[in-house]
Structures are given as C-alpha cells and as structure tokens.
C-alpha cells in the first residue's frame, strides 16, 4: 500500500506557522519595542510627517508579535471573510481609540500593566481555541466583545511606547492619524499572510492535530508575556 504523499504545500505552511510561533516566544518580551534610529526620528520630528509616520505604524505592527499571536487566534478557526472582517474591524476600533485618545490626550498608564493584559489576551485567545471556557466553565464568552475589549489594551500599549518618545507637539495630530493609518495597514498585511497560510494549513489532513498543539503554543506565549511584564512590575525592571 502506498503512503499518501503530503500536499506540496503543506510542509512550508506547518513550517511557517512553527517559525511564527517560535519567533512570538522569543520576543514576546520586547513586543512594542521602537528602535533606536525610529525613535530618533519621531522625538526629534516637527511639523506633520504623513508617509513616515505610515510607514513607522505599519512596521510596529507587523513586527508587534503579541499583536500577531493575538490576531492569529482570533482567526485561527475563522472560516468566512465575514467572520474574519467583523472581528478584525472590532478590534482595530479599540486599539485605534485608545491609541489616539491616549497619545493626543495625554492619558499615561503603565506599560507593564497593559503589555501583561495584551500578554493575557493571547492567552486567552488561546485558551478559548482549545475550547477551555466551555469545557472547564461551561459557558463561551462574546468573542466580538472580548476582542473589541483586549482590543482597547492593544492600543494602550502602542501609545505608552509613543508617549515615551515625548513627541513634539507640532503636527502631533496628522501624525498621530498618519501612525495609525499606518497600524492597519500594517495589520492588514499581515492579517492577508496569516489567512492564505493558515487556508493552505488546514488543508492538512493532520491540521486537527496540528492546530491543537499551535494554539497551546499560543495560549503559552501569553503566559511567558504575563509574567515577564508582571515581573518587570514588581521588580521595577525597563
């Protein structure tokens, strides 16, 4: 008898979601982080900045890897567009109204509190793929207010890494706006990887198999980000 061939794709797929996974582990701990050059850039910027600013929101993001484990188990079992949108778009709202409103307002909050709850809802996205809450609680919660909830964390944690630059306050609002722009293009992009990659990957006659294994992976990743920002609370780490 002959062994079924896997399908050409499949192993590049599995290896790019393990690659994902593995790259969140190792740098749940810096996710938000703005480099040296950016940051440079932004403190020392005056006047409006719009397509550098774009293009500063839309790397933050696709490098944000607690953003991406995030999104990645909000759509991991997701099989309609219409699903995908009405999720995706819940959660850019709150993370856009807390970004703006948090930078342009000048409301501060700790960076370790908020990157412990963004750590804690990708734990908890993880946690609810492996059918925890119906199976430990016996309840399932609104996903679309969960995620619209983590969803206003997510952009506290973008401004508290904004306000930390000190941003000049000349041109402060259209590049703020230009930021943000920039964030969901950013979130799109990565939201269109991530979609073709898991499609492909659930063709997998293992994907069953697989996908329970990727989202303890998930739920994982969240608990290491928790207790590294719980961690860095306490002991007053930067």
Do not use: C
């Amino acid at each position: 008898m002959k062994s079924r061939a896997p399908a050409p794709l499949a192993p590049a797929v599995r290896a790019g979601a393990a690659l994902l996974l593995l790259l969140s582990l190792l740098n749940a701990a810096f996710a938000h982080g703005v480099g040296d050059k950016d940051a440079a850039f932004v403190t020392a910027s005056t006047g409006p900045q719009i397509v550098p600013f774009v293009y500063l929101g839309a790397k933050h993001m696709v490098t944000g890897f607690d953003h991406l484990l995030f999104l990645v188990g909000v759509i991991f079992f997701l099989q309609r567009l219409r699903a995908v949108a009405l999720y995706v778009t819940v959660f850019s709202i709150g993370h856009s109204l807390t970004l703006l409103t948090g930078v342009l307002t000048d409301i501060h909050v700790n960076a370790h509190l908020v990157d412990a709850v963004i750590g804690l809802s990708v734990a908890y996205k993880g946690f609810d793929n492996l059918g925890g809450f119906k199976t430990i609680f016996g309840v399932q919660p609104n996903t679309a207010i969960a995620v619209m909830g983590f969803g206003l964390f997510h952009g506290f944690g973008l401004a508290t890494k904004l306000q930390e630059l000190r941003m000049p306050k000349a041109g402060l609002i259209a590049n703020m706006v230009s930021f943000n722009v920039g964030v969901e293009i950013g979130q799109f992009i990565a939201l269109a990887i991530m979609l073709t990659m898991i499609t492909l990957w659930r063709k997998s006659p293992n994907f069953a198999q697989q996908a329970l294994l990727a989202n303890l992976l998930i739920f994982t990743a969240g608990i290491v980000l928790v207790e590294y920002q719980v961690a860095g609370y306490v002991f007053g780490a930067n």
